[in-house]
């Protein structure tokens, strides 16, 4: 089966084109394309992803890079034989434009179109080996398994009990983690996205075993439930910068390893204590935010201390991809007519 992947949720125009072999429980399946065309440089001045410029950018983008990946690929209109597209969540400008271009060729290729939920592609990049144009088995998960889908927008642990049987049993009451990066950067005076930045100066400071001056909350840590809250670190970092008359690098540095051990922390505590009630199987982390070493480490950390198997994404399946996409549509199969396919923005899981 011929799979053309799209992903329009957020700043990415991701395409992609895979080959899948379905037998019995086994999937295997090769990349015969991959495109991911950020827009970061377009949204930095804004500070963050500006909505409307993401569509234009999306609807400019989407049938060049179409007919770039069937070059690329070797692979003809034809021979495609469906068209997996993420529904949600995400902005839905950005999310309307990969449906209708979807829709448009499910139209003229008389082929069927399958709405992809964002997250569930997270969850599934996790079981990507590599990206290949050989056919590689996707690795077999152990239900139930308990994933934590960290990104831009999202903050939530799921109990996954089986593919497309998810339940949250945690997420952020306010911002998302990968937002509290972005936020803090910006209070740093940091591009955006702000995790990379955090991260390296984060590293930085562990490197040159810069004094650590400083003491930021754990927020959530005592509360007895599996939700997380990272406005009020956000606002810590503001008042440990009001405080400081001339802000260096050394102080950026030292705020940055503050901060990202305060996340971490707390995502850890979390994840133990929802294994602590869960008993799973296995831990599957994704998201933009799981391209962050340091708490790429502290999860591997945790598995080995609970001897559970952990799936991570590898580092170019962290951020927004369209074969996170498409590979869901190989396990989740949901058809939707070409009438009732609609973007949702809050698409929940479950
Ligand atoms: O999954 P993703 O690409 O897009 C959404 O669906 O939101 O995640 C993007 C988020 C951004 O907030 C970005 O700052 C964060 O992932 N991120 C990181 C790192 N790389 C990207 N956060 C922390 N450390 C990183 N190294
Ligand atoms: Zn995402």
């Known amino acids: 089966m011929i799979t053309l992947g799209i992903e329009t949720s957020c700043d990415e125009t991701a395409l992609c084109i895979l080959e899948t072999r379905v037998e019995n429980e086994k999937i295997e399946f090769r990349v015969l394309g991959n495109i991911v065309h950020s827009q970061i440089d377009l949204h930095k001045e804004f500070g963050g992803v500006f909505p409307n410029l993401a569509k234009r950018e999306h609807i400019k983008n989407l049938p060049i890079l179409y007919k770039k990946i069937l070059t690329d690929s070797g692979v003809t209109e034809n021979q495609v034989e469906r068209i997996a597209v993420t529904q949600g969540p995400g902005l839905e400008p950005a999310l309307w434009t990969g449906i209708t271009f979807g829709q448009e060729l499910s139209k003229k290729l008389d082929i069927s179109i399958i709405p992809i939920n964002h997250m569930e592609g997270h969850i599934v990049a996790s079981l990507v080996s590599k990206i290949s144009n050989e056919f590689q088995e996707l690795k077999s998960l152990e239900f139930p398994s308990l994933a934590l889908l960290i990104s831009g927008g999202h903050t939530e642990i799921v109990r996954v009990e089986g593919f497309g049987k998810y339940e949250i049993v945690g997420s952020t009451l306010d911002d998302a983690v990968g937002e509290a990066f972005d936020k803090v950067a910006r209070m740093l005076g940091l591009p955006y996205p702000g995790g990379p930045q955090i ?59 503050e901060f990202e051990d305060a996340t971490t922390e707390v995502l850890i505590a979390k994840m133990k204590s929802a294994i602590d009630e869960f008993q799973p199987k296995s831990l599957i982390i994704g998201g933009g935010v799981i391209a962050n070493k340091h708490i790429r480490e502290a999860f591997q950390k945790l598995a080995v201390e609970y001897s559970l198997n952990l799936f991570l994404p590898i580092q170019q399946l962290t951020g927004d991809n369209a074969i996170m996409i498409a590979l869901a549509s190989s396990i989740s199969q949901k058809l939707s007519s070409l009438e009732s396919l609609k973007a949702l923005g809050n698409l929940k899981l479950g």
């Open 199 to 257: 991260s390296k100066f984060a590293e930085q400071a562990r490197n040159e075993k810069l004094m650590n001056s400083l003491s930021l909350p754990r927020p959530m840590l005592k509360s007895k439930d599996l939700n997380f809250s990272f406005s009020g670190l956000k606002t810590a970092v503001l008042y440990t910068l009001k405080k400081i008359e001339k802000v260096t690098d050394d102080h950026k540095k030292d705020i940055s390893r």
